[in-house]
């Protein structure tokens, strides 16, 4: 069963990597204690508005986990 653990592992490899525009860092913290619904929201909208490119830039494993917390969002319905 989805439980959120994965969307917050893909915020936290966004938030740590230093790829991550520092807007984009900014507008993820603090999402740790947040309803799923609001993560789910977070984690779409970071990823949706990186910079062309960047996702790219990401290791192979973050990509990975980055993916597999989007679907997870997608996953609870979010």
Do not use: C
């Amino acid at each position: 069963m989805a439980d959120g653990n994965e969307m917050t592992k893909a915020i936290f490899v966004m938030l740590e990597s230093p790829k991550t525009p520092s807007r984009i860092r900014s507008f993820l913290r603090h999402t740790e204690d947040d309803p799923l619904e609001e993560k789910a929201w977070r984690l779409e909208e970071a990823v949706r508005t990186l910079p062309p490119g960047t996702f790219e830039q990401y290791s192979e494993v973050e990509r990975s986990q980055i993916t597999v917390g989007l679907s997870e969002a997608k996953l609870l319905g979010y």
